[in-house]
């Protein structure tokens, strides 16, 4: 049984869940604590009472633990690669290359630490200077998804740690095996006995008693539309600090004058790899008359070329989804789609294997228009919608007509067009012929809208969340 870790020692929870895997529902990937209440209670009071010291150790050593757990990260990717690919259902190579940029996060940040900018300012008042710092904020509470089990936890733990605060992280409940890995290997890094607390367990237990809590100081949360909503009134009813990221429903506009080729492979990436579980999916494709017959025909053959199977097998394009009611969701949507009058081009069907998993076929639907509920909600899953567009200015108003505002994405080989696209999309990143989906990890992540609320993640830019502004005057 894989226990949570409090206070620097591993602690049994009040119950256990099994870690199942989406690939094959007889093999079980371990078995997790799940926390209560009073067990997440006492994972902050050790993060408070670790606070005070942990924000005041030097830069190098925080450097130093941080990079040896990057370090043991990328030594080990094939194996958390191969434990995430099971337990989540992405593809191996997705599996390992997401281990990677956990690798790869810990160690950008291992160099921020030592990097923490301030200011030395003359003031309008002779003999008066002032100093600008930035300082920890406290103790922070990470509430991560499922999608990503290593690198969004990684991209919010790191920066946490870098910049002096404490934590009490919490993964998602259906992928609790990436997150312990990684709470292994910090709990063997050298961090002082309460600065890290895993607390497993449900969001209505763990999770409300993190956003509830008083000495929790700010909430870093990734996850649905709904629960970012409650978890923002949280921690506005008592003035926590919060950061949300939560949904998309990104565009993809694709020109007459796009490279055929880079457009159909820039699509199939961002609506369907990781088996479109990403907020940066690119679920509406916006494409011009000129080149829409031929792009639909493209798109269903290079369609017709991707091997749904087990996530571990080699050759195999896109795993399981991540479970039963995701998979009976995503049906829904596409018997949705269908009453709406959309023309189901491709997919969409659940499908067997040799393991009994939850495997769908990536669904494309055609001629749709943009007020659909297909076009307009978050699904979250393997389907996107292709919605006509009469001119690049069509496009444009089409890919801005949205609640959300996370990323977007144009094909085009015109200067013009793109340049244009970039400054007036309302979208937190742009691309320009290559997918939606993909961030480096030393950029700012964020979006618009109701995809995200509060600073960036990500990069420099993780600062202004994870640290906090003083100033100091001193008179000589």
């Not at 434990?83 to 599996?95: A, W, Y």
Request: hydrophobic share 40%; glycine share 10%.
């Amino acid at each position: 049984m894989h226990a949570n870790y409090i206070n620097g020692a591993w602690v049994d929870g009040v119950d256990t869940r099994n870690n199942i895997n989406p690939s094959n529902l007889a093999d079980i990937v371990g078995e997790y604590a799940q926390a209560d209440a009073a067990q997440t209670s006492q994972a902050i009071a050790a993060a408070r009472a670790a606070a005070y010291d942990w924000a005041r150790t030097t830069g190098q050593r925080r450097a130093d633990i941080l990079d040896a757990v990057g370090t043991e990260i990328l030594a080990r990717k094939e194996e958390l690669g191969r434990l995430l690919s099971r337990e989540e259902g992405k593809t191996l190579p997705e599996g390992i290359g997401e281990a990677s940029r956990a690798g790869y996060i810990f160690k950008f940040f291992a160099g921020e630490a030592l990097r923490i900018q301030g200011e030395k300012l003359p003031m309008t008042r002779p003999g008066v200077e002032a100093d600008v710092t930035r300082e920890p904020v406290g103790v922070v509470g990470i509430i991560a998804p499922w999608n990503f089990p290593i690198a969004i936890p990684a991209w919010k733990i790191a920066p946490a740690l870098a910049y002096g605060n404490t934590v009490v992280f919490k993964p998602a409940d259906l992928v609790p095996g990436s997150a312990w890995a990684l709470a292994e290997i910090l709990s063997r890094a050298g961090l002082p006995a309460g600065v890290f607390n895993l607390v497993m367990g449900r969001g209505g237990i763990v999770g409300q008693t993190i956003l509830d809590d008083k000495r929790v100081d700010a909430i870093s949360f990734t996850g649905s539309v709904a629960t970012g909503r409650r978890v923002a009134q949280a921690a506005m009813t008592r003035l926590a600090k919060v950061q949300l990221e939560m949904g998309g429903k990104n565009p993809m506009v694709v020109l007459d004058d796009a490279d055929l080729n880079v457009a159909v492979e820039s699509c199939i990436n961002g609506a369907f790899f990781s088996t479109g579980q990403r907020c940066t999916a690119s679920s509406r494709l916006i494409v011009q008359k000129g080149i829409y017959p031929r792009f639909v025909a493209a798109m269903q053959e290079r369609l017709k070329s991707l091997k749904v199977d087990d996530a571990l097998l080699a050759g195999t394009d896109i795993g399981p989804v991540v479970d039963e009611s995701q998979l009976a969701q995503n049906e829904q949507y596409v018997s949705i789609g269908r009453e709406e009058g959309a023309k189901l081009a491709y997919g969409g069907e659940r499908v067997k294997r040799a393991t009994e998993g939850f495997y769908m076929t990536p669904a494309l639907f055609v001629d749709c228009s943009n007020d659909l509920r297909i076009s307009r909600e978050e699904i979250f899953g393997p389907v996107a919608a292709v919605i006509p567009a009469d001119s690049f200015e069509h496009a444009l108003e089409l890919a801005n007509d949205t609640e959300f505002g996370l990323s977007s994405g144009i094909c085009t080989t015109s200067l013009k067009y793109a340049t244009q696209f970039k400054r007036d999309s309302q979208a937190g990143m742009v691309m320009v012929n290559c997918p939606t989906a993909g961030v480096d990890y030393h950029v700012p992540f964020g979006g618009r809208k109701g995809s995200s609320y509060g600073s960036r993640e990500q990069g420099r830019y993780a600062a202004e969340f994870y640290t906090s502004v003083k100033t100091a005057y001193t008179a000589a």
